[in-house]
C-alpha cells in the first residue's frame, strides 16, 4: 500500500509536485481532509481543556482559504514553467509565536488573541517563497513558556498522536504534534531551552535546533532573545535538511543573524558516518535537580529504556564507521538550568514589558483611574499564569541590587556551559569530536496534567536540551524508538557552531542503519482512526 | 556669605541621519503629521528586531572625537526597562556601562576672554521615546519621534555660573552644526537640555543637594532658569531652609520653576545587555575611515585666523561661528589675494546681510567666493565704484552670472575719464543757474545735490571723487 499524502515526506511531495505527478491543490485537499478527521477542534479562548479527547487540537487557526489560495499559486507557476521553489506544494504549519501577515499572531495568550500580524516573520516568508503551503498556526505554551504546551490560553491544547492521555511536550507542541499525526508534513518551531527537540522526542518526530544566529529571528514574538532559534520540525532528517537550507541564512530585519554563507545541507547527507568522532557523556545520562524540600541536590539516573536506546544508537554509528569516544566530561551540564531560569527570565520580563495594552492586543475592559491601573488591569487579566512567573522572577534577578548575584553570576555560568562545548569539539584537543551523542529527554511524554503546575520540576524536563541553548550551538532531536508503553524515545545530537551538516548527515545514517526495525513501521495511534 | 554654583549639564543630542537608529523610517519628522514616519519596528509590534544604522554610530563617533573622548573598541547596547505609553518596546535601547565614548571636555571661551574647560562624564548612543499629549482627557501618542538617534552627554559639575552655561550651549551648538552631526536647533528639540543646580558657599570642597531642572528649550531659558534657581537656593539657605533633590520644571512663559516630583530613591531601570543588538566593534579601520574628514574645529580655526590673516578677535570670532561661512571667508581670500581684512569687511558687513536675508548658508550661495573676490578687485581698481560692487552682490546671487559679465552686459564700468566727467558737470551747471546762484550764494550743501545729478546722468557710473573735485572747481570759479 503506497503511503497516504498526509505521510509523504517533504522531498517526496515537493518532488512529486514540481515534476506534476500531484498538484499543489490535491496535496492541500488531502491534508486539510486529515486534519479535519484528527485535529478537532482548535484551541480557543476559554476552551474546555478537556474537549475532544480523541483528537489532536494541533491548531489554534486554521488558514485553509489562505492555503489553497497558496497551492493554486504553486500550481499555476507550474503550469508557467517556472520554478515553483524546492519546496513546491509542501504542507506546513507555523507555532503561533511567528508573525504572519493578516493571520492572528496570539503567542497563545489571551494578551494576543486579536493580534492580526502586519508583517510576516522572515523563516515564514522564506518557506512561502520556496513553494511551500502553509496550513496555520499551531497551539503552544502561553509565549513559549512551558514543556507541554498545556499553558496555551487556547485550549484544548495539544495531545501526543501516539497517546492522546499524554502531552506532546512543549513548547512546540503543536508543532511536533502535527507533523507527527501527518498535519502537515513540515512545522516551524522555536527553542528556548529544548522547546523544538523535547516535543519531538515526545512525539517521534525530528526537531532541529539550529545554530544561534543560523535562522532569522525576525516576527519570532520574543522569549528570551539570547537563546531564541527558530528551528525545523520534520518527520526525516532529510525533510528537516531540506526545510533548513530554505530558512537560514542572513537578513536585514536581523543584525544577529549570522552572514556565514549556508552550505549545501542536502549534498552531504548520504556522506555516512565513518571516520567521525562522536562522544557519550555520563553527565548527559542522570539528571540533577534541587529537591524541592530542602533544596539540595539530588541526582537521579536516567530510565533504562532511554539509556538503551542512546547506547543502541551508538552501537550502530561505531557499526557504520564512527569512532564512539566515551566518558566525555560535561562538568557544567547540571549549571544549565538555574542558569537558564535566571537569564530567561530577565529576558522574558523586558520583552513583555511592550505588551501593556497601549496599541495593540489585549486592553481591560474595566474602568481604570489611571495610566498604572490600566497596566496593571490589563497585563493582570492579558497573561496567563506562566508569564507572570516569569515577570516576577524576572524583575527580581535583575534589579540593581541582586542582579550580581544572579543574572551577571549566570551568564558567567553560561560561559562556563560553552567552554565544556569548545573543549570537547575543539579539532586540537584531547577529544577532538564531531559531535556529542546523548539522550534528548529525561523521561519519556508525561501524562497530560502531570507535571503543569510545577514549573521548576517541568523546567528540569530541559536539563539535557538547554546547555545547547547557552551555548548557541546546534542541537538534533532524532526519533531513537519507542520504550515498552509504546512511546518514542529521543536521542539528541550535538555539534560545535554552524556544524549541522555533520549533525544532518549522522541523523541520517542512523536513519538507514535503523530503517528494518520494527518500531520504525510503528505509527501513532491516532493515525489509525 | 558668598555662595558659587555648582552646574552639570545633561544634553540630549538629536543626530542628523537620514533614517532612524534602528528602523528605515525618515528620522526629521518636524512638520510631519503624528504617526506618519513609523514601522513595526520603531513601534515595538511583537516580534520585531533592532538593526542599527551605522550613520549614527559615526556621527556619534565625530562627537566623541571632538569631545576628546576615548571611543571604546568595543561597546554594548543595553536595554533601560521602564513603563510609559510613548515607550513602545517597554524598553528604551541606550548604552550602559560600556558605552561607545567616556571621559573628554569641551573648552569654552568666556565673555571675558578666558577659557573654561568642562569635562565630559558620560556619552552614549540612545534612541528616543515618542511623544505624549494630553488633550481633552485623552492621551494622545506620536510615536514619528520613536527611534530617532541621540546621543546622552553629560558633564561634569564644572560650570559655574548661568553665563558658563549658556556659553557651553552656544559652543556645543556650533560644534554640533560644524561636525554636521545634529542640526542643533533648542526650538525643535534637535538639542535638550537639563541642568543640574547645587550652590556652596564660595571656595567650599564638598557638593550639596542638588536640583535638576528639565524642560528647558532655549539657550536664554537656559541661563534665566539658572539664574532664577541659584536665587531660589540662596535665598532657601539664608532663609534657614535647605535645598532638597527636587526635579524642577522650567515654565517659559511665566519664567518660573515649579516642582516636578521628590527625587529621593533613583529608578531602578534593571540595565541589561541588549540581546537583538551585536556590539559596536570600533576597529582602528572603521575610526580612520570616519575621522578621515574630521575638520578643523571652530576654536582653532579661529585662533588660526587671527594668526595667518591677522583678524581681529571680533571678525575671526564671527567668521568662524558657522563652517560654511568660515570655508567661505578662506576661499575668497585665496581668491581675492590681497588684505584678508578686506574681505572680512565685505563678508562680514554686506554677505552676512545676505545670508541673514535669504536663510541660506554660505556655501549654498551662487555669490561664490570667486565672484566676491572678483567684485572686490574690481572696485580696488576702480572699475566700478564701491555703491555698485555692493550693488553687483545681489545681482550676482540673483543671477549667477560673473560680476565682470554682469558690468560689462548692463555697463557698468566706472566713468574715470576726467573730460567726459567735466562736460557732463558743465553741462548741468548750464541747466541749473538757480541752484548754482544758491550755491555761489553761500549754500555749499548742494553740492551733494549737483553730484546726485551727475551720477543720475552717468546712471552711477562717474567716479565720485572725480566728480567731486571737477564740481568744485567749476562751482567756486565765478564765471
Ligand atoms: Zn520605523
Known amino acids: 500500500m503506497s503511503t497516504p499524502i498526509p505521510f509523504l515526506p517533504a522531498h517526496e511531495i515537493a518532488r512529486q509536485v514540481r515534476s506534476g505527478e500531484l498538484s499543489a491543490r490535491q496535496v492541500t485537499e488531502a491534508v486539510l481532509e486529515h486534519i479535519a478527521r484528527v485535529d478537532g477542534i482548535p484551541g480557543q479562548l476559554g476552551g474546555d481543556p478537556q474537549a475532544e479527547p480523541d483528537k489532536v487540537h494541533a491548531f489554534i487557526t486554521l488558514t485553509a482559504k489562505r492555503a489553497l489560495t497558496q497551492a493554486e499559486t504553486v500550481d499555476a507557476r507550474i503550469a508557467a514553467g517556472e520554478d515553483p521553489g524546492p519546496l513546491a506544494g509542501v504542507p506546513f504549519t507555523v507555532k503561533d509565536i511567528f508573525t504572519v501577515e493578516g493571520t492572528p499572531s496570539t503567542a497563545a495568550s489571551r494578551m494576543l488573541a486579536n493580534f492580526i500580524a502586519p508583517y510576516t516573520a522572515t523563516p515564514v516568508e522564506r518557506l512561502e517563497n520556496a513553494g511551500a503551503v502553509m496550513l496555520g498556526k499551531v497551539n503552544l505554551d502561553e509565549y513559549t513558556f512551558g514543556s507541554s504546551s498545556e499553558s496555551s490560553a487556547f485550549q484544548p491544547s495539544p495531545r501526543n498522536p501516539w497517546n492522546l492521555d499524554r502531552v506532546p511536550g512543549g513548547s512546540s507542541g503543536g508543532s511536533t504534534a502535527a507533523v507527527a499525526a501527518g498535519e502537515g508534513a513540515l512545522s516551524l518551531g522555536t527553542d528556548t531551552a529544548g522547546s523544538i527537540r523535547q516535543p519531538a522526542a515526545f512525539c517521534g518526530v525530528v526537531g532541529v535546533k539550529p545554530t544561534y544566529g543560523r535562522v532569522s529571528r525576525y516576527g519570532l514574538i520574543a522569549f528570551g532573545s539570547s537563546l531564541d532559534v527558530p528551528g525545523p520540525v520534520a518527520r526525516n532528517v532529510t525533510d528537516a535538511a531540506l526545510m533548513l537550507q530554505v530558512m537560514a541564512g542572513a537578513d536585514p530585519h536581523d543584525s544577529t543573524a549570522v552572514t556565514l554563507p549556508v552550505p549545501d545541507y542536502l549534498s552531504g547527507l548520504e556522506k555516512g558516518v565513518r571516520g567521525l568522532r562522536i562522544g557519550l557523556s555520563p553527565d548527559y545520562f542522570r539528571i540533577t535537580y534541587p529537591d524541592p524540600q530542602d533544596g539540595s541536590l539530588r541526582e537521579e539516573a536516567l530510565p533504562e529504556a532511554i539509556r538503551t536506546a542512546v547506547l543502541k544508537a551508538a552501537e550502530a554509528l561505531a557499526a557504520q564507521g564512527a569512532e564512539i569516544v566515551e566518558d566525555v566530561p560535561m562538568p557544567h551540564t547540571r549549571y544549565g538550568i538555574p542558569a537558564y531560569f535566571v537569564i530567561s527570565r530577565v529576558e522574558a520580563a523586558s520583552n513583555l514589558h511592550r505588551f501593556d495594552g497601549v496599541k495593540y492586543g489585549y486592553r481591560t475592559s474595566q474602568p481604570v483611574a489611571d495610566l498604572r491601573e490600566m497596566y496593571r488591569k490589563s497585563r493582570g487579566e492579558g497573561f496567563g499564569v506562566q508569564p507572570k512567573l516569569r515577570i516576577l522572577m524576572g524583575m527580581y534577578v535583575s534589579a540593581a541590587q541582586y542582579s550580581e548575584q544572579y543574572y551577571n553570576r549566570a551568564l558567567r555560568i553560561r560561559t562556563l556551559i560553552r567552554r565544556d562545548f569548545e573543549r570537547v569539539f575543539d579539532p586540537a584537543g584531547a577529544y577532538r569530536l564531531d559531535a556529542l551523542l546523548t539522550p534528548t529527554t529525561p523521561t519519556t511524554a508525561f501524562p497530560m496534567q502531570d507535571v503543569y503546575g510545577d514549573s521548576v520540576l517541568m523546567q528540569y524536563a530541559d536539563q539535557l536540551t538547554v546547555p545547547a541553548n547557552h551555548a548557541g550551538i546546534p542541537g538534533l532531536s532524532l526519533p531513537g524508538g519507542l520504550d515498552a508503553e509504546g512511546l518514542p524515545l529521543g536521542i539528541q545530537l550535538l555539534g560545535p557552531d554552524f556544524s549541522e551538516s555533520t549533525l544532518f548527515r549522522i541523523g541520517r545514517a542512523y536513519e538507514k542503519a535503523t530503517a528494518e526495525e520494527a518500531w520504525r513501521a510503528t505509527t501513532p495511534k491516532i493515525v489509525h482512526g | ?479
Open chain 2, 1 to 479: 556669605m558668598e555662595y558659587e554654583a555648582i552646574i552639570g549639564l545633561e544634553t540630549h543630542i538629536q543626530l542628523n541621519t537620514e533614517t532612524k537608529i534602528f528602523c528605515s523610517c525618515k528620522a526629521d519628522s518636524w512638520n510631519d503629521p503624528p504617526n506618519t514616519n513609523i514601522c513595526p519596528v520603531c513601534t515595538g509590534l511583537p516580534g520585531v528586531l533592532p538593526v542599527l544604522n551605522k550613520a549614527a554610530v559615526e556621527k556619534a563617533v565625530l562627537l566623541a572625537h571632538a569631545m576628546h573622548s576615548e571611543i571604546r573598541p568595543v561597546s554594548y547596547f543595553d536595554r533601560k526597562n521602564y513603563f510609559y505609553p510613548d515607550l513602545p518596546k517597554g524598553y528604551q535601547i541606550s548604552q550602559y556601562d560600556q558605552s561607545l565614548a567616556h571621559g573628554g571636555y569641551l573648552d569654552v571661551p568666556m565673555r571675558d576672554g578666558e577659557m573654561r574647560r568642562v569635562s565630559i562624564h558620560k556619552l552614549h548612543i540612545e534612541e528616543d521615546a515618542g511623544k505624549t499629549k494630553n488633550e481633552q482627557g485623552r492621551r494622545l501618542i506620536d510615536f514619528n519621534r520613536c527611534g530617532v538617534p541621540l546621543i546622552e552627554m553629560v558633564t561634569g559639575p564644572d560650570i559655574r555660573s548661568a553665563e558658563e552655561a549658556a556659553q557651553y550651549l552656544i559652543r556645543l551648538r556650533q560644534l554640533l552644526r560644524w561636525l554636521g552631526v545634529s542640526e542643533a536647533d533648542m526650538e525643535k528639540g534637535h538639542l535638550r537640555c537639563d541642568a543640574n543646580v547645587s550652590i556652596r558657599p564660595k571656595g567650599a570642597d564638598y557638593l550639596n543637594p542638588k536640583t535638576e531642572i528639565k524642560n528647558v528649550n532655549s539657550i536664554d531659558a537656559v541661563r534665566q532658569a539658572i539664574e532664577t534657581e541659584i536665587k531660589r537656593q540662596i535665598r532657601a539657605v539664608e532663609g534657614g531652609g535647605k535645598v532638597e533633590a527636587w526635579t524642577l520644571s522650567w515654565d517659559e512663559d511665566s519664567g518660573t520653576l515649579s516642582k516636578m516630583r521628590s527625587k529621593e530613591t533613583e529608578a531602578d531601570y534593571r540595565y541589561f545587555r541588549e540581546p537583538d543588538l551585536l556590539p559596536i566593534h570600533m576597529d582602528e579601520a572603521w575610526k580612520s575611515e570616519i575621522l578621515a574628514a574630521f575638520p578643523e574645529l571652530p576654536l582653532e580655526r579661529r585662533t588660526r585666523f587671527m594668526a595667518e590673516y591677522g583678524l581681529p578677535a571680533y571678525d575671526a570670532d564671527l567668521l568662524t561661528a558657522e563652517r560654511s561661512l568660515s570655508d567661505y571667508f578662506e576661499a575668497a581670500v585665496s581668491a581675492y589675494g590681497g588684505d584678508p581684512k578686506r574681505v572680512s569687511n565685505w563678508l562680514l558687513n554686506d554677505v552676512m546681510r545676505m545670508l541673514n536675508e535669504s536663510g541660506k548658508t554660505a556655501g549654498e550661495l551662487r555669490l561664490t567666493p570667486q565672484f566676491l573676490a572678483e567684485i572686490i578687485k574690481m572696485v580696488d581698481k576702480g572699475t566700478v565704484n564701491t555703491p555698485t560692487g555692493k550693488g553687483l552682490l545681489e545681482k550676482t546671487e540673483e543671477t549667477g552670472k560673473s560680476p565682470r559679465e554682469i558690468v560689462e552686459a548692463e555697463g557698468l564700468g566706472q566713468v574715470s575719464d576726467s573730460e567726459a566727467i567735466r562736460q557732463i558737470c558743465a553741462q548741468i551747471l548750464a541747466d541749473n543757474p538757480e541752484q548754482v546762484a544758491r550755491y555761489r550764494g553761500g549754500k555749499t550743501g548742494l553740492l551733494g545735490w549737483f553730484m546726485g545729478q551727475v551720477m543720475r546722468a552717468t546712471r552711477g557710473k562717474a567716479d565720485p571723487n572725480t566728480t567731486r573735485r571737477i564740481l568744485q572747481e567749476l562751482l567756486d570759479t565765478s564765471a
